[in-house]
């Protein structure tokens, strides 16, 4: 893919061109809706939309075009053919490249919104010079978007993985664990604190396998792969209701695609089956189905 996204700080001097202008009401991006196909605005300026943004910050270029993430009002009506998305809904349903943005977006405006006055002294913020921060004019705190590093694991053992239903999911969902690290922790010893408080069990061979930023609102998923040690499965009951060894022959329902963790069980769930194809185009098949596409 030749998709190239450069981040910058400084917007053009004008808005003279067409840009991919990525605009939030609250949770949902706004994209054009013609039949079954959903694109981002790509437009000069909001007055195309109707739209007098709250915010608005400049992103970088992606091919050489500007990007732009801004947030309108709740009470907006969008203009004939105009509709407004959850940004794990347009997964699959948008390009790639531009959802990946739309994610960096979604944090951007989030971090905006949030962080408005000075956590040190309470005087309101104003945009730092030269990078993507606040300043306070009073006592020249800086605030930085906050990225918060969770640690996900995939536990592997005789060919079986670790599933858990976690109890905030809203649906019956089975998924890896996953947890935010702790001050003080490598992510190693969060990920063995993590599976030993909610599983009761212990692991080994912890490898890095990829990350995923999850501005859900503000995460930095950080994926491994490891091997079961010892111990039974006790689980956390405020935490998880169910847990599990599965056979990645029977899966129970699990993450969609646009996240790391369903990545994880991709990667597991091939790698176990690799062995039973025998052609090369079958081979070739699997081994595609593992590249892995992080969101970065
Ligand atoms: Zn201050």
């Known amino acids: 893919m030749d998709d190239h996204f450069i981040s910058a700080i400084d917007p053009p001097q004008e808005k003279s061109e067409p840009a991919w202008w990525f605009v939030f009401i609250v949770h949902t991006l706004i994209v054009r809706e013609e039949g079954e196909a959903l694109s981002v605005p790509f437009i000069q300026d909001l007055s195309t939309l109707g739209v007098q943004p709250i915010r ?17 009002s709740e009470n907006i009506s969008l203009p004939e053919g105009m509709v407004s998305y959850g940004l794990r809904y347009l997964y699959g349903r948008i390009e790639e490249s531009l959802h990946k943005i739309a994610m960096r977006s979604s944090h951007i405006i989030a971090w905006d919104r949030t962080d408005r006055y000075c956590s040190r002294c309470r005087t309101e913020m104003n945009r730092a010079k030269g990078m993507r921060a606040k300043e306070c004019p009073s006592c020249g705190f800086l605030s930085f978007p906050r990225i918060s590093p969770a640690v996900i694991v995939l536990i592997e053992r005789d060919k079986r993985v670790l599933l858990a239903r976690v109890k905030r999911f809203t649906a019956e969902l089975y998924s890896v664990l996953a947890g935010f690290v702790e001050p003080g922790e490598s992510l190693e010893e969060a990920a063995k604190r993590e599976i ?31 091997e079961y040690e010892s111990g039974e499965i006790t689980i956390d009951e405020t935490e998880i209701s169910d847990a599990g060894w599965f056979d990645p ?12 963790a369903r990545q994880l069980i991709d990667w597991c769930t091939g790698k176990t089956k690799r062995k039973e194809y025998s052609s090369v185009e079958e081979r070739e098949k699997i081994r595609s189905s593992r590249m892995i596409t992080i969101v970065t």
């Open 56 to 72: 608005e910050w400049y992103l970088g270029t992606l091919n050489g075009h500007h990007c732009y993430c801004a947030e309108a």
């Open 196 to 226: 030993e408080e909610e599983v009761g069990i212990r692991i080994r061979n912890i490898r890095y396998f990829g990350s995923q930023p999850w501005p859900f609102p503000d995460s930095l998923m950080i994926g491994f792969t490891a």
């Open 249 to 260: 022959d029977n899966l129970p329902t699990i993450p969609g695609k646009i996240s790391i």
